[in-house]
């Protein structure tokens, strides 16, 4: 049997797209599901998947947990392990539509829970801390179980399957979303799993990534210094982490974040005023092991925004369309083009900028 | 213009300049079939001081050339800021050999004078003695003197 | 006892034009004009086999050849081994080697092999594309702390910056001439790079290169004094060195001569032995404070580099060192050279460095602490394919000292501890320091870098890399050939094919 | 525009149109020329003979000489006279030119003594030009049997020429040695016996007291029969152009280091001059080729208003015979200190006096002879400079390094 997720390697080519409200608006999953289409080709039918942001208002204040379960035994002993740690609010099957083209499906389910105060005070960690040591702990060390997204008020939704049919399989029409990103997977050595899919998400940081980083083992070893533990060894998992690290614990703006990701050219650096030339200089220098070098084009998603960056190189296909308070971004203009017919402005990133993008303040 | 200095911090005393110099006026293509067995006639003189400090003189193609002036058969001259011999011109005489004050003209073992042309008249292109030493020690640079 | 000699001078007569060139640079006297028979003659006993007169003869009509008079075979004991003990037996003393352990034990590197994209990511011309190998070596902060302002507050722990991943090792000047510290000097000031006193103080002509210098504290003390210690750009805490871990050094009084022994502070003619251990260090705790003594000294303005041999336990070292305040570590493997060792001691001390580097990189990651230190891998870096190599293990930069003088042209004829080398590198004898015109030595050093440089790039851009930080402790980029399981294990990558 | 005239046409006068040139690239310059032939070095003409050279590359600057410096030759015309109040030349054909600046570069005439019988000589010639010298060639047959009257630098040259085109040669001489005036006895004798070896035959110490036809009977009684006679005595500078227009001149022309005469405008240069010797101290008729070609130049960057001195002359001479060389320089004032080493095929003579080198005489080995020359020229002090080495071999690591720094670091 060829080896899965986590024992081997996979590098994977693939399809991204994600639109965004600036307004808040929330926008059901159709339009996100129909821009996959024109990009097949860019999946090769072993993964697809969506993340949607806004999605539980109700539920706002909980982490909603997205788990797929082996079995029933395996549903279990993780749900023992979480009630350790949280109060479950709410336990659901997350409802799917059966379809052919969507076959060996585990037990899905969406948890919300809420962290309790006497384990974070005897801890002495705050709730997002303890959100990610015990979604690494389910991850890395239970058998049979796999938390595929963690944030509140968002959730990944992805399955072994083109990323149309994934969408359509978790009726994603029935949700409504101020920003959705979605990913069509193209592995090369791996049979697909259902966890292997994408977007890879580490509380509400979801991403979406097409490319194949050279930098990869450099930066593995890195970031597992400080407590990730990369157990699919894609690089959509490590560069989630290397968000996560830079923005939730260094405290690095997007900006910063964007800068030690895909960080400046030192001739370009050379160029820049005596303060960027300080802070660039700075970042390279602190950080030189996030440098992510090798082609991809990368949706970060979060709560409230999402940023798009690409390659310093410009290696991988993005471009962005931007219409009234849309914003739309894609591996290919197509995907664009049937998510706003009528769109005017669509351009190409530089190599290395992020393209940045916040909801309207209190409109999420 | 471009001439022929000596950096004697660095001579080694190793004498190939002068082997080098003979091989590439000899007009041969094999150093073994130039020199072999043969006693050389170099251009170039390797000294050695009282403190045992080497260097090699070869022509200063001064800017007032006795060895010109005082050549019977008008067979030296200076084109282009280099002394140059006329050999079909010179009789032999060896007046060169005694006007020159830095001993740069000597005479070539069948009687005739010579003297260091740069390696201009040679199949070398560079002179020889700058290419072939082993420490740097010849150089061919334009120091920006005044001629 | 008498042996036939090691060498033979093979002299091709009928090309010998007599021009005494082997002659006049020959320091052992191999080689003579007989005015009688109008021939060369040659003494092969004193022949060393450096190959300055064979690459100094314009008609390459000498050659030197090992001889293949040999004693009975014996696969247990080798000539070699025989000899040995036949010269122990006349003297009663320690034999002294130089340069690294020549002996065939395996070299990792070899078994090292690198990968590079095909297809599914694209390789990156660096023809075309910038393709970075500028380095930072020095401690990185855990958490970043911003201004009043909400900007960055960028200031530093002190950091060395290299425009490659290179530098050149510590070779004391003493054990190495002022032509050679010259030309390292130039070299390094004019790469970016850094080269390294050694132990033997600071020429106080090369002061003005000290933004490119490291200055080394050994267990001698050597030529340190304030103004040495704020000469340079960092200071190197010597406690091990790969060619003989776990004892001193020792330079003969008849090197300490002239401005050697008013650099290294010593009486001329006497001379210089280097304890074994710091006697100020027995122990991790006695290392912390000398790091910081030194940063005391030079205000915290300079990093703190202590070099260590590469040794059994050199992970648990490391980590100690990595606590001890050190901003960087210079791991120094068993290949490495000297100027004069115990031979015992440099053929069978220490591990190699591919090992030793690989451990120590992820026992201080393991550790979380592989950001408090920066990692300079030494002792027999030969190319750019084992820079490359090393740093995907886990290096930040790598010491060269062997190539480097390979560069300014010694031969390996391992005679260094003689005095006479013949190639102005391993000499204070005036007219052979000479034979190093530092215009030629340092040019061809910055050759070597240059063309090291251009060859990491090609490499990097194999890998789909465009700057160096990606491929540092970037194991997946290598594999073994030939390794066994333990060993891939310990080097932490993969079989190839896996 | 000036107008420049140069009654002469040896080297003197090229260097002359050399040095006006170098200064005036527009005044006329005219070239009287006694010989039909462009410049050319006297002393070629036994290398004419020993076939070493041709008469096209004994042209001594090439075909184009005249013409790139624009000078005007008037080609077997001699000046009879100068007319300093109207400064005028008067040529022998009655004409006339007018000068500006004028260099008489007359060079010297043989000198031959009165000798009884010496017109019942059929063959017999001087050797001074080329055309004394196609003469001569014509006249000599392998047969030949030829006496040179005079065993100095011309006789023993034209003896060296005819060597291989004559059955023998004797060279006769008032003088007991050869070349007596720059030789003394021991280095006369190492010369003589060299040229003894190539089979010159020499009658020294003794003249011709009288000829009949093909027989010559010396002062001392020895007989010689002969085809050929070469007389080579001496030579005589030629004065009298100068002296008639009242110019000082006494065994030559007086020049001072500028080569002005005692007349104004009126310059002369080479063998018919008498100037400063500074090696002796003395004024001399020092008929060099190299010092003629100095004044000259001299003569003429001053004719066209530059500046230029020759003031450091001294006599040299660099001779050979069949291979064998001799350099000698300066001279040997009274009380002078010698410095000699010598083998059989070999002799140095040093001579010094008040920590200077005065002078020098060296045959067989030439090597670099011009650092003693040097040394003599700029009258050096010996206490300066290393002269235990240098006296051994000429060498600039004996004087000192700041003198080599200057030379081998820098242009000079």
Redesign the interface.
């Known amino acids: 049997m060829s080896p899965l997720e986590g024992q081997v ?1 996979i ?3 693939c399809a991204v797209s994600a639109m965004i409200s600036r307004d808040g608006r929330r926008m059901n999953g159709e339009s996100i599901i129909q821009s996959m289409i024109p990009m097949h080709d860019r999946s090769n039918g072993l993964g697809g998947g969506f993340a949607a942001y806004g999605i539980y208002p109700e539920y706002r204040d909980f982490y909603a947990l997205h788990i797929f379960f082996n079995s029933k035994s395996a549903q279990a002993e993780c749900m023992t392990l979480l009630k350790e740690y949280f109060e479950i609010v709410q336990d659901e099957h997350i409802k799917v539509r059966k379809m052919p083209q969507i076959t060996d499906e585990p037990i899905i389910r969406r948890v919300f829970v809420s962290p309790m105060q006497s384990v974070l005070r005897h801890l002495q960690i705050d709730d997002k801390e303890l959100v990610v040591r015990v979604v690494n702990r389910i991850n890395a060390q239970l058998d049979g179980s796999y938390v595929f997204s963690c944030g509140k008020n968002m959730g990944a939704f992805k399955a072994v399957g083109f990323p149309e049919d994934v969408g359509r399989y978790y009726r994603l029409e029935e949700y409504e979303a101020y920003s959705w990103t979605a990913h069509g997977r193209y592995p ?1 050595n791996t049979p697909g799993w259902w966890g292997g899919a994408h977007p890879f998400c580490m509380l509400d940081y979801s991403i979406v990534h097409n ?9 593995r ?2 970031i ?3 407590g990730y533990k990369c157990t699919l060894q894609t690089d959509t998992e490590v560069i989630t982490y290397i968000a996560d690290y830079l923005i939730r614990r ?3 703006t997007l900006d ?1 974040t964007a800068a030690v990701i895909a ?1 400046p ?3 370009t650096i050379e160029g820049k005023s005596e ?1 960027d030339k ?2 660039y ?9 996030l ?5 991809f084009s990368i949706i970060l998603g979060f709560n409230g925004g999402l940023m798009a960056l690409n390659d ?2 410009k ?1 991988r296909s993005m471009v962005v369309g931007e219409q009234d308070d849309m914003v739309y971004i894609a591996s290919e203009e197509a995907a664009i083009r049937v998510m706003a017919p009528e769109i005017q402005n669509i351009w190409s990133p530089a190599g290395g900028e992020p393209v940045i993008v916040r909801v309207k303040e209190g409109a999420f | 213009m471009k001439r022929i200095y000596v950096k004697e911090e660095w001579c080694l005393g190793c004498h190939l300049c002068e082997y080098n110099c003979a091989f590439a006026n000899s007009g041969m293509t094999d150093m073994v079939k130039a020199l072999r067995g043969k006693t050389i006639y170099p251009r170039i003189q390797v000294e050695t001081d009282e403190n045992g400090v080497t260097y090699a003189v070869s022509c200063r193609h001064c800017n007032d050339p006795l060895c010109v002036k005082s050549c019977i058969a008008g067979a030296l001259s200076k084109k282009d800021g280099v002394i140059e011999i006329d050999h079909s011109k010179c009789v032999g005489c060896l007046t060169c050999v005694l006007v020159c004050p830095y001993g740069a003209v000597v005479e070539d073992g069948s009687g005739v004078a010579q003297k260091c042309e740069l390696c201009m008249k040679n199949t070398c292109g560079a002179p020889a003695c700058v290419k072939g030493c082993p420490n740097g020690a010849i150089v061919y640079e334009d120091r920006g003197e005044a001629e | 006892m008498n042996f036939y000699p090691e060498f033979e001078v093979v002299r091709n007569d009928s090309r010998c034009i007599r021009c005494r060139v082997c002659e006049r640079q020959c320091a052992n006297e191999v080689h003579w004009y007989d005015e009688d028979g109008k021939v060369m003659l040659s003494d092969e006993s004193k022949c060393v086999n450096c190959q300055r007169c064979v690459t100094l003869c314009p008609t390459r009509a000498l050659k030197i050849v090992k001889s293949d008079c040999r004693l009975r075979e014996n696969a247990n004991y080798s000539d070699q081994t025989i000899k040995e003990i036949y010269r122990q037996a006349e003297t009663g003393g320690v034999l002294l080697s130089s340069m690294g352990n020549p002996n065939p034990l395996p070299v990792y590197w070899d078994k090292i092999l690198i990968n590079a994209s095909q297809v599914t990511n694209p390789p990156i011309d660096p023809l075309r594309e910038p393709m970075e190998t500028r380095v930072f070596l020095g401690k990185k902060p855990d958490h970043i702390t911003r201004n009043a302002d909400g900007s960055l507050d960028t200031k530093l722990a002190p950091q060395l910056t290299l425009s490659m991943p290179v530098m050149f090792s510590a070779m004391s000047y003493g054990s190495i001439s002022y032509n050679a510290h010259a030309s390292l000097a130039r070299a390094a000031s004019a790469l970016g790079i850094y080269y390294n006193t050694g132990e033997g103080g600071l020429h106080e002509d090369f002061y003005k290169y000290g933004k490119n210098t490291i200055v080394q504290v050994a267990s001698g003390r050597f030529g340190v004094h304030k103004d040495y210690l704020e000469a340079g750009a960092a200071i190197e805490i010597k406690m091990g060195q790969g060619a003989k871990p776990g004892i001193g050094g020792h330079l003969p009084g008849t090197k300490a001569v002239g401005d050697v022994s008013k650099t290294r502070m010593i009486p001329e003619g006497s001379d210089a032995i280097s304890p074994a251990p710091h006697h100020d260090i027995y122990s991790i705790e006695d290392l912390r404070q000398l790091v910081y003594s030194l940063k005391e000294a030079t205000e915290y303005r300079l990093p703190v580099i202590v070099k260590v041999a590469a040794v059994h336990n050199i992970a648990a070292i490391a980590s100690g060192i990595a606590r001890s305040g050190a901003d960087i570590i210079a791991i120094d493997g068993f290949r490495g050279g000297t100027g004069a060792a115990p031979t015992r001691i440099r053929d069978n001390v220490g591990i190699p460095i591919e090992l030793a580097l690989a451990a120590v990189d992820k026992r201080l990651r393991d550790e979380g602490i592989r950001n408090n230190v920066s990692i300079i891998c030494g002792g027999s870096v030969r190319s750019a394919a084992d820079v490359v190599k090393a740093i995907a293990l886990g290096a930040d930069a790598c010491y060269i000292a062997t190539a480097a003088c390979l560069a300014m042209g010694c031969h390996l004829c391992r005679s260094c501890h003689t005095g006479k080398c013949n190639w102005g590198i391993a000499t204070q004898r005036p007219d052979l320091v000479k034979r190093l015109n530092p215009d030629i030595g340092s040019q061809r050093l910055i050759n070597l870098m240059d063309a090291w440089r251009h060859e990491i790039k090609e490499l990097m851009g194999g890998m789909g890399i465009n700057s160096i930080e990606a491929l540092r402790g970037n194991r997946l980029m290598l594999r073994g050939v030939g390794l066994t399981e333990k060993e891939l294990e310990i080097l932490g990558i993969s079989h190839a094919g896996e | 525009m000036k107008k420049y005239v140069i009654i002469g046409n040896g080297v003197a006068a090229a260097g002359c149109i050399e040095g006006i040139r170098s200064a005036d690239a527009e005044g006329s310059i005219t070239v009287i020329s006694a010989e039909s032939y462009p410049v050319y070095c006297r002393p070629l003409i036994s290398y004419y003979l020993e076939n070493k050279t041709d008469l096209q590359r004994m042209n001594y600057r090439g075909e184009s000489f005249y013409a790139d410096h624009n000078a005007a030759v008037l080609y077997g015309k001699n000046a009879a006279e100068i007319r300093t109040d109207a400064k005028q030349i008067i040529l022998d054909d009655g004409s006339s030119i007018a000068y500006d600046a004028l260099c008489c570069c007359t060079g010297s005439s043989p000198f031959v003594p009165p000798m009884q019988g010496l017109d019942t000589v059929e063959k017999k010639f001087s050797f001074m030009t080329i055309d004394d010298t196609l003469a001569l060639e014509k006249a000599v047959t392998p047969e030949s049997r030829v006496l040179i009257i005079g065993a100095g630098l011309i006789g023993l040259k034209c003896a060296e020429g005819l060597h291989d085109r004559v059955r023998s040669i004797t060279v006769c001489d008032l003088a007991p040695r050869v070349l007596s005036s720059i030789l003394d006895d021991r280095c006369a004798a190492m010369m003589q016996k060299h040229l003894e070896d190539h089979g010159i035959s020499f009658i020294l110490g003794t003249s011709a007291k009288e000829f009949q036809g093909g027989h010559a009977v010396m002062q001392n009684g020895t007989e010689v029969d002969f085809d050929v006679l070469v007389l080579a005595v001496g030579v005589r500078a030629n004065t009298a152009l100068v002296k008639n227009a009242g110019g000082n001149v006494g065994r030559g022309i007086a020049v001072d280091d500028a080569c002005r005469t005692s007349l104004p405008d009126i310059y002369a240069a080479g063998d018919c001059t008498e100037y400063h010797d500074i090696s002796s101290d003395s004024v001399k008729v020092m008929a060099l080729m190299p010092n003629a070609y100095m004044q000259g130049r001299t003569a003429g960057v001053n004719m066209a208003g530059g500046e230029a001195a020759f003031d450091n002359a001294i006599p040299m001479n660099s001779i050979g015979f069949f291979g064998f060389h001799c350099h000698t320089a300066g001279s040997q004032p009274e009380g002078c200190e010698m410095y000699e080493e010598a083998d059989e095929n070999h002799i140095k003579r040093l001579f010094v006096k008040d920590d200077r080198l005065t002078g020098f005489m060296i045959l067989g080995t030439m090597h670099r002879t011009g650092i003693y020359t040097a040394l003599i020229r700029n009258q050096t002090p010996l206490s300066s400079v290393d002269f235990d080495r240098l006296r051994i071999e000429p060498q600039l690591a004996a004087m000192g390094s700041a003198y080599r720094d200057k030379v081998l670091k820098g242009a000079v």
Do not use: C, H
């Not at chain 1, 200089?281 to 092991?289: D, E, G």
């Not at chain 1, 440098?291 to 082609?295: K, N, Q, S």
């Open positions: 390697r590098p994977s080519g090369t490319g194949e980083i050279s930098s990869y083992d450099a930066n070893r890195f597992e210094m400080y260094q405290g690095l910063e960080a050219f030192w001739s303060a300080a802070k200089t700075y970042l390279r220098t602190v950080f030189p092991s440098l992510v070098t090798g082609p310093r190189l290696l």
